[in-house]
């Protein structure tokens, strides 16, 4: 069975600075996907970036941008210039490629507080 | 507008009263699934079905049931047999493509009186 873990249950961060979020996974698959959603306070769940385990090269979305890991298992966030709109919980995802729908197995989540 | 249509939003239940939290996609999206929401806990997966007339337990299905009799529809049931079913409940679909992403309905707060 996949574990994600996210390490960080609160963080802050001040406007227009740099924050990381942290998660880390334990799979023995090799084909795989993450994910990071966003949850802001009212509670839809948004995408805010994907990664394909079998691309090296980290995804990136506007402000948001990752450090994928693969022999580490290690997927963080990094959000650049911080907006009060960042104000949420983020959760990480993990799901297996396979030739199926599968589900999102999710890591507990960090708020995150942004800070005029 | 495509979407997910969770409801009722907010729902009062009685204990030993059963309650059906009713899921509808205009997506045409094969794949369903509920997950329960605590505080702490992250999502956990209920139940989800990848065809009609098809769905598999998640990590906490005791309490709960489903039905899937129509792509467009994924009901669940909250039974009296669930012990704490106080939770925010999350209803989303997946198409199988290569893209592989999990859409969201705004959810439905259940709380036990």
């Known amino acids: 069975a996949q574990t994600v873990t996210q390490s960080q249950p609160e963080m802050s961060v001040q406007e227009a600075e740099t924050v990381t979020l942290s998660c880390t996974y334990d799979?023995?698959?090799?084909?795989?996907?993450l994910f990071w959603y966003k949850q802001p306070p009212s509670r839809q769940m948004i995408l805010v970036i994907r990664?394909?385990?079998?691309?090296?090269q980290n995804a990136t979305e506007n402000r948001f941008s990752v450090n994928f890991q693969k022999a580490a298992k290690s997927f963080s966030l990094k959000i650049s210039d911080s907006q009060l709109g960042d104000t949420a919980m983020y959760f990480c995802?993990?799901?297996?490629?396979?030739?199926?729908?599968?589900?999102?197995?999710f890591g507990k989540g960090t708020r995150l507080s942004v800070i005029a | 507008d495509g979407g997910i249509t969770q409801s009722p939003k907010y729902l009062f239940r009685k204990e030993g009263q059963n309650v059906t939290l009713s899921c509808e996609q205009n997506?045409?999206?094969?794949?369903m699934y509920w997950y329960r929401q605590d505080p702490g806990q992250g999502l956990r997966l209920i139940y989800y079905?990848?065809?009609?007339?098809?769905?598999q337990k998640g990590d906490i299905a005791e309490g709960y049931s489903v039905s899937r009799e129509k792509k467009e529809s994924f009901p669940l049931t909250v039974t009296s047999a669930q012990k704490n079913p106080t939770a925010f409940y999350l209803c989303?679909?997946?198409?199988?493509?290569?893209?592989?992403?999990?859409?969201f309905g705004e959810g439905s707060r259940l709380t036990v009186l």
């Open positions: 995802a993990f799901m297996k490629r396979n030739s199926g729908n599968t589900p999102l197995v």
């Open positions: 997506l045409n999206h094969d794949a």
């Open positions: 799979t023995s698959e090799n084909n795989y996907y």
């Open positions: 990664q394909e385990a079998y691309k090296q």
């Open positions: 989303a679909s997946s198409i199988q493509d290569r893209v592989r992403e999990l859409f």
């Open positions: 079905s990848q065809i009609v007339n098809d769905f």
